[in-house]
């Protein structure tokens, strides 16, 4: 049959072709058996299986044994976490990370670590500050209340401030602890 580029020879053997295999009767469909699994294989298995047939008989595994796939396929293997590259999007979310990439070498964009993804900081909580910290930040304040600025309300602010710092120190001392002094230089 040469019917290639010639549409109305190609239908007509088609349907010949499709003619004859409707008239046949007794038509058998054979399918291979399943493949040989190779003795390593086996022998592998067999190995574990007995391993934990000891491991059962010393009544280190309680319960019930697992079996082979069991083993081989556990259920904390299959999904390990998130993934880097994972697209449940489809091919546009590849492109459009593609895309991100690129512009993060070119430097059209820069990527900054939020903490707010992860759930550990809230952008609008207030940080949380010692005792030592708060009395260095207001001794800087009345500094630079002493350089720059008008005078009297510099000098309305550094009060305040030595008033605040007085009063962080005086709450400092409250919360304070009396310890020993072997305690003090690590003696018992």
Known sequence: MDAEGDIATAHEAVGTLATTASQRTGLKIRIPACPKIPTQVTTLEIELMGSVGGLKSRNRIFGEPPTIEELLDAVEEREVGDHDYEFPGGDNEIVGEVRRQMAIERGDIMEVDSDSEDGDK???????????????LCQQLEDACLQIGELKLSFDLSKRLRAFRACVRREEIRGAKQITIDSYFGGK
Do not use: I, L
Request: proline content about 7%; overall charge negative; glycine content about 0%.
């Open 122 to 136: 809230d952008e609008n909580a207030t940080p949380e500050y010692t005792f030592t910290q708060v009395f260095t």
